[in-house]
DNA sequence: TAGATTGTTAATCGATTAACAATC
DNA sequence: TAGATTGTTAATCGATTAACAATC
C-alpha cells in the first residue's frame, strides 16, 4: 500500500509515535529538532519522514502534536481494523496472544492455530487454539491478510505456504530460518537470538 | 569489537548462518551465488558480507560449507560464552527464558529478575527469579555484559539506566520505547507489534 | 584448456546530511 | 522586524551492484 516510503522510514514512524504518544499532553507543539534530539537522530531525517505522513508543521513553532500523531497513526492505518492469525501456540505464541500492544495499531488476532491435540481448544487469553488443519476452513472469506509465525523453524516453511494459500500476504516469522514466499507475499523475520548476538558482536 | 564490518552486514550474518546450517551435511562445497539464490540476494553481496568473516572460497568451487560456518560462528564469537540477564518475568520473559536458542550463539541466561513479590524465588526454564533490587549484588564482578528488557514501557528507562550501573553494555529491549544510554552501551529494540503494523502498511 | 567462481575495483543507487529560501 | 522552524534542493556518504582480472 505505501509503496513510496523507503522501507527504512516507514520503520521509524512507530518510533516517532511511541515518543509522541509519552509527551505531556500540555505540550502542544512539537519541533523536528526536538524530537531528532530525544530520539539521537538527525531533524532534516525526522522531518523527510514525517513529510511522507503528510503531516505538515509551521515555520517557527512546529508540528501541533497531536496533529502528527493522527497523520502517522493515519499513515500506518491504525484506524483500519485488521486482523492477524497467529500460528504455534508455545511459550512465545502465547506471549504474543496475550500481548496488547497490536490494538494501538487497529490489529486485532482473531485466530490461533496449533498442530498439537493437547492444546486444540484451549484457550489463551481469551482466543481459543484451533487446530492447525482447519485454518482454511476458518480463515476462508474472512479477509485476515495478517499472520505470526511462532512454529518451530522446521515446519516454518510448510505452514508459511498453508498460510500463502488461505490468502495470507504478510508473514511475520519469529523461527530462524529464511521463509521462501511469492512476490505477492511479504515476510519479515524476527530473530531474537541473532539479535542479541549481534549486539554483543558490537559491543 | 567488530568495528570494521557495517551493521547491515553484520546483521545478515547469522541469516547465512541459519541457512547455511539447513542444508545437508553431504553438501560439501557452497558457492556464493547459490547462497544468494535461496535467500533473494545479490551474490556479490553474499561474498562481500561473507569476506568480513574473512572466509576464504576457492575459484570454481566456493566455499567449504564447514570452513563457511566456522568463520561466520568465530565471527560471531559463537564459541566465547558469554552471559545475559533477563529482567520482567511476564509472558514474554518467560518465553525467552525457555527459549534455547541462544546457545547457537554462545550465549547463557544467567540471571533473571522481576519486581513483583509473587514471582521472587520461582523457578521457570530452571532459572529461579530474583529480585531486581539485588541485581547490583548479584552480578558484582561477574562480567555479565548483555540485557535483555521486558519489562513494561513505563519502567524500562529507569531499569536499563539500574543495568548500566551494574556493568550492562549492550541492552535487547522489548518494550516499545526508546532507552537513552550512554554512547558507550548499545540499545536495540524488538518492537514486536510495531513490526506487525509495517508489514500491514506494505501489503 | 575452458569454464565457473572468487575477490576487488569502479559505477550506480539510495539514504542522510548540509545549505538555504520560505514563512509565520 | 528578527528569529526559529519548516520544507526543498544540492551535496555527501555509504551500501549495493556491475565489471572484470585472477585462479583453480
Not at 499532553?25 to 534530539?37: L, M, N, Q, R, V
Not at 537522530?41 to 509551521?58: C, F, I, P, Q
Not at 496449533?114 to 481459543?128: C, H, M, P, Q
Not at 482454511?136 to 491478510?145: A, I, P
Request: hydrophobic content about 45%; proline content about 3%.
Amino acid at each position: 500500500m505505501n509503496k513510496d516510503i523507503p522501507v527504512i522510514s516507514l520503520q521509524r514512524l512507530p518510533i516517532y509515535l511511541n515518543y509522541l504518544k509519552t509527551l505531556s499532553s500540555d505540550e502542544h507543539y512539537i519541533s523536528s529538532g526536538f524530537i531528532a534530539k530525544a530520539l539521537g537522530m538527525g531533524e532534516v531525517l525526522v522531518r523527510k519522514d514525517l513529510a511522507y505522513t503528510s503531516a505538515v508543521g509551521k515555520p517557527r513553532s512546529g508540528y501541533i502534536k497531536e496533529e502528527l500523531i493522527s497523520a502517522i497513526e493515519d499513515y500506518l492505518c491504525c484506524n483500519r481494523k485488521r486482523s492477524a492469525v497467529i500460528v504455534g501456540i508455545g511459550a512465545l505464541g502465547r506471549a504474543i496472544l496475550a500481548y496488547e500492544g497490536f490494538t494501538n495499531y487497529g490489529i486485532e488476532i482473531a485466530y490461533a492455530f496449533d498442530s498439537d491435540k493437547n492444546k486444540i481448544g484451549l484457550e489463551v487469553a481469551k482466543k481459543t487454539i484451533w487446530d492447525i488443519s482447519d485454518v482454511k476452513r476458518k480463515l476462508k472469506g474472512q479477509g485476515v491478510e495478517l499472520a505470526i509465525l511462532c512454529v518451530p523453524s522446521s515446519c516454518a516453511q510448510s505452514v508459511a505456504d498453508l498460510l500463502i494459500d488461505c490468502g495470507i500476504r504478510a508473514i511475520l516469522n519469529f523461527a530462524p530460518v529464511s521463509i521462501k514466499s511469492p512476490d505477492s507475499v511479504i515476510v519479515r523475520q524476527i530473530d531474537v537470538a541473532a539479535n542479541l548476538a549481534i549486539l554483543s558482536s558490537m559491543i
